[in-house]
């Protein structure tokens, strides 16, 4: 861990646990620790997890090896011991610590993978712990999908941060790591895992074009279940007589709670298969009934085509007629108008006769009264003494023979 002495870590003296989403290894790592414990925290960093825990009640004992780190964490802890796990014995270091109480739990948080003999610091680790207590670890995935591509494509750079982090001696697959717990004597019993998408992008691994990969290759790549894991969450227990005898005990109650649940589940599913027979059945028949539903609608509804293709024959041969009578009734409108004004033509010359009549009418009044006083006068003159003697006159020269004129 000699890399790690110029390492700096963040600080993150404010975070809470709140603040944690459910893909955190730190959020993982408190639920795995649950409340009032004695934990040891290896690699311990700047104390922000130390400080999560010691706001459940922890007692915390931090190992670090970045003395400067180490100053600010002892503001979280109970106590910080400086040291170099791959130099130092365990029960050397802590022998003070462990005489007076082992721990519940040794955290290793992203530790491991730094340590050139893991191996030898998990073995020592077990003489630590009380006989219930147990390892929690986050461990980086080698094979995230995004390291996997980048070696296809011979890349294999190491980073500040994340997976290929430049201070890593160790890499780890879920393999690896459950064969890294089995070989230092532990039984592992849970195994969570953070997320981060392969094509990500995040300085915690490497940027990849899904386009420069053929589709075979990415498909079979994304298909595999750790693909897209980012780090692994592990809970051991110390392999001994008491808890092999613990977890077979554990394991053989849970197979008879299983055996049971199945009968039970079993006795369940007969039931729901019967309900399910009659239920079929039910559906069966109504589906019967709806599909002669359906054939009856059909029928009707091939009718009611009909009707409407025959309907819609009709309407365009009313529609035909309606646009001959619309044409018809225009060229009457034209018609009628044409008429009007004929109409007017000969009410004016009506009107006009009716004035020429009148006046006509005046004049044949003034000219009867003319020859009414015409009459008045030849009658005067006919009882006149001068027209009788006109008259015998005449008689007189016809008389005569002599030419009346």
């Not at 089995?182 to 691994?205: A, F, H, M, Q």
């Not at 007589?241 to 599913?269: C, D, G, I, M, R």
């Not at 009856?296 to 009578?325: A, H, P």
């Not at 009007?340 to 009867?368: I, P, R, T, Y």
Request: contains cysteine; hydrophobic residues 35%; proline residues 2%.
């Amino acid at each position: 861990m000699n890399a790690d002495l110029e390492k700096d870590y963040p600080s993150l003296v404010n975070l809470l646990e709140t603040d944690l989403d459910n893909n955190s290894s730190l959020k993982k790592m408190l639920s795995l620790v649950g409340r009032n414990k004695r934990v040891i925290d290896f690699g311990c960093a700047t104390g922000y997890l130390a400080r999560l825990l010691t706001n459940r009640g922890c007692e915390v004992i931090g190992v670090e090896v970045n003395s400067k780190a180490a100053k600010i964490a002892k503001n979280y802890c109970d106590e910080v011991i400086v040291a170099d796990l791959d130099f130092v014995s365990l029960n050397d270091i802590l022998s003070e610590q462990i005489s007076k109480q082992k721990f519940d739990i040794a955290i290793f948080g992203d530790i491991l993978e730094h340590l050139r003999n893991p191996w030898k610091v998990l073995q020592e680790t077990r003489n630590i712990l009380k006989p219930q207590g147990y390892v929690i670890a986050s461990i980086p995935n080698i094979a995230h999908g995004a390291i996997r591509l980048a070696l296809l494509q011979g890349n294999f750079e190491y980073k500040p941060l994340g997976i290929l982090d430049n201070t890593h001696l160790r890499f780890f697959t879920r393999e690896t790591v459950e064969q890294l717990f089995d070989d230092s004597g532990y039984l592992i019993d849970v195994i969570e895992r953070t997320k981060l998408p392969i094509y990500s992008n995040s300085d915690l691994i490497p940027a990849i074009d899904k386009n420069n990969f053929d589709k075979n290759i990415t498909n079979d790549i994304e298909q595999d279940e750790d693909a897209d894991t980012l780090q692994f969450v592990v809970r051991g227990y110390p392999v001994s007589l008491e808890n092999k005898y613990a977890n077979l005990h554990k394991q053989y109650f849970e197979v008879v709670e299983q055996l049971n649940n199945s009968e039970t589940k079993l006795e369940n599913l007969q039931v729901e298969y019967q309900n399910s027979k009659v239920q079929i059945q039910t559906q069966s028949t109504e589906f019967e009934q709806t599909l002669n539903k359906l054939q009856q609608s059909e029928i009707l509804l091939k009718e009611e085509k009909n009707n409407l293709q025959q309907t819609q024959i009709e309407f365009k041969k009313v529609k035909n007629r309606l646009e001959e009578y619309q044409i018809l009734l225009e060229e009457t409108q034209i018609q009628l108008n044409h008429k009007q004004s004929q109409l007017e033509q000969e009410k004016k010359q009506l009107q006009q006769v009716q004035q020429q009549w009148e006046d006509n009418q005046n004049q044949l009044q003034q000219a009867h009264s003319g020859w009414e006083h015409c009459q008045q006068i030849i009658k005067a003159m006919e009882t006149s003494k001068f027209w009788k003697l006109r008259g015998a006159w005449l008689k007189f020269k016809h008389s005569l023979g002599l030419k009346v004129g």
